[in-house]
């Protein structure tokens, strides 16, 4: 199979020979000398330098903002965005660099469907826990202990996730996905304190609950630990807390998928570097 570059490369010749055929039928030859004025574009608007680096500062920006759901779908599409301009500079890297950096997409990609593979679990324990709340019942008691049987698991899977993160090195790019995948692992597997004092988990849920933002106290997964714990009666606040981590697990989805269909591209474009060295 002939490498993309390769089929790139007759493209355009094939276009360069139309395009003087054409010129030629509709202008004859003529000995007259006409001035031809050069018109220059301006390269920024599209530049996938430009994008790059826009990409990174929005990126490293949000290194800094709270570690919250929105946050964090925010910065996976930011972090997709880069991926996506890096594969676009078609530069030509060391054969050395570009096989290191193949093995390292390979690591994030795993964590990228990993974590969207959480999330899918995630939300299907939030449909059952909704219908189990619609129908009232016994059903909603089952839903509820099969929902904490979950967050160990997660706990316990994030935490082998984040180890193999911490032992991926290279550029300032792979440092920024590693530590923005790794606040999705602890924003995924950090769970309320059964040893916290049942009145102030109250009183911040009733904080939440009329209007406080969540992020500066605890995450969004948090809150519905602590409602389905001390408030799971209550079921007008718990369809309320469903309904809004429903709604932000489907914007992580989004995002994760975003940026795993980005990796991807930029393997393929680690892979044509290596192809053409060989």
Same mark, same amino acid.
């Given at each position: 199979?002939?490498?993309?570059?390769?089929?790139?490369?007759?493209?355009?010749?094939?276009?360069?020979?139309?395009?003087?055929?054409?010129?030629?039928?509709?202008?004859?030859?003529?000995?007259?000398?006409?001035?031809?004025?050069?018109?220059?574009?301006?390269?920024?608007?599209?530049?996938?330098?430009?994008?790059?680096?826009?990409?990174?500062?929005?990126?490293?920006?949000?290194?800094?903002?709270?570690?919250?759901?929105?946050?964090?779908? @925010?910065?996976?599409? $930011?972090?997709?965005?880069?991926?996506?301009?890096?594969?676009?500079?078609?530069?030509?890297?060391?054969? *050395?660099?570009?096989?290191?950096?193949?093995? @390292?997409?390979?690591?994030?990609?795993?964590?990228?469907?990993?974590?969207?593979?959480?999330?899918?679990?995630?939300?299907?324990?939030?449909? $059952?826990?909704?219908?189990?709340?619609?129908? &009232?019942?016994?059903?909603?008691? @089952?839903?509820?202990?099969?929902?904490?049987?979950?967050? &160990?698991?997660?706990?316990?899977?994030?935490?082998?996730?984040?180890?193999?993160?911490?032992?991926?090195?290279?550029?300032?790019?792979?440092?920024? *996905?590693?530590?923005?995948?790794?606040?999705?692992?602890?924003?995924?597997?950090?769970?309320?304190?059964?040893?916290?004092?049942?009145?102030?988990?109250?009183?911040?849920?009733?904080?939440?609950?009329?209007?406080?933002?969540?992020?500066?106290?605890?995450?969004?997964?948090?809150?519905?630990?602590?409602?389905?714990?001390?408030?799971?009666?209550?079921?007008?606040?718990? &369809?309320?807390?469903?309904?809004?981590?429903?709604?932000?697990?489907?914007?992580?989805?989004?995002?994760?998928?975003?940026?795993?269909?980005?990796? @991807?591209?930029?393997?393929?474009?680690?892979? $044509?570097?290596?192809?053409?060295?060989?």
């Amino acid at each position: 199979m002939f490498p993309s570059h390769a089929f790139t490369h007759i493209y355009t010749q094939l276009l360069l020979l139309s395009s003087a055929e054409s010129r030629n039928m509709a202008f004859p030859e003529t000995h007259l000398h006409m001035p031809i004025r050069s018109i220059s574009l301006p390269s920024r608007i599209h530049h996938p330098s430009a994008k790059f680096q826009a990409a990174l500062s929005q990126l490293q920006t949000c290194q800094n903002s709270s570690s919250d759901s929105q946050s964090l779908q @925010v910065s996976l599409f $930011n972090l997709s965005e880069l991926y996506h301009s890096l594969h676009q500079l078609n530069h030509s890297l060391p054969t *050395a660099q570009a096989e290191h950096s193949l093995d @390292v997409s390979a690591t994030l990609l795993d964590s990228c469907e990993a974590a969207r593979n959480l999330i899918l679990t995630l939300r299907e324990h939030l449909l $059952n826990l909704q219908s189990a709340l619609r129908r &009232k019942g016994n059903s909603m008691d @089952v839903q509820i202990k099969e929902y904490f049987v979950f967050r &160990k698991k997660i706990k316990k899977e994030t935490s082998k996730l984040i180890l193999g993160l911490k032992k991926l090195d290279g550029s300032e790019t792979t440092a920024l *996905a590693v530590s923005l995948l790794r606040s999705l692992f602890m924003f995924l597997s950090t769970a309320t304190s059964m040893k916290t004092n049942t009145c102030t988990l109250k009183f911040v849920s009733k904080l939440i609950g009329g209007g406080r933002s969540s992020s500066s106290i605890m995450s969004e997964l948090q809150n519905l630990d602590l409602v389905l714990r001390y408030d799971g009666d209550n079921s007008k606040e718990v &369809k309320k807390t469903l309904e809004i981590l429903e709604e932000r697990t489907e914007g992580l989805e989004a995002a994760l998928d975003s940026l795993f269909k980005s990796l @991807v591209q930029y393997r393929v474009y680690l892979l $044509n570097i290596l192809t053409t060295h060989s």
